[in-house]
């Protein structure tokens, strides 16, 4: 909702209206069941044969950034105006980030687990 602006009265279905959005701790990211094996993330190459498929655990230890990333990205409209949106979100493994200088206030989640 940060990321498309929907927390804004200025929001606008049809412009780019959000924030940026920085979020860390990604690899402390929590998989509910059997997801962490069954859970496939899949990318073609654009080549002939060139579909590649990756669990969830084995991306969690490469790229744990990139559940999050992928997770919010099926969130985002299909289209440019998703593209752009995206790009304003950046995402870290652990704690530190480079981005201080802006001093970005803490948005606290809440949890219904």
Known sequence: MILRGKTKPSFTPNADTGDFVVAINADKVVLTGAKWKDKLYR?????????????????????????????????????????????????????????????????QLSTNA
Do not use: C
């Open 43 to 107: 990318h073609h190459t654009q080549y002939p044969g060139g579909l590649r498929e990756v669990a969830a655990r084995d991306l969690l230890i490469k790229h744990p950034e990139r559940i999050f990333q992928n997770a919010v990205q099926g969130m985002l409209p299909k289209n440019p105006l998703g593209r752009q949106v995206l790009g304003k979100l950046k995402v870290y493994a652990g704690p530190d980030h480079p981005h201080q200088a802006q001093n970005p206030t803490p948005f």
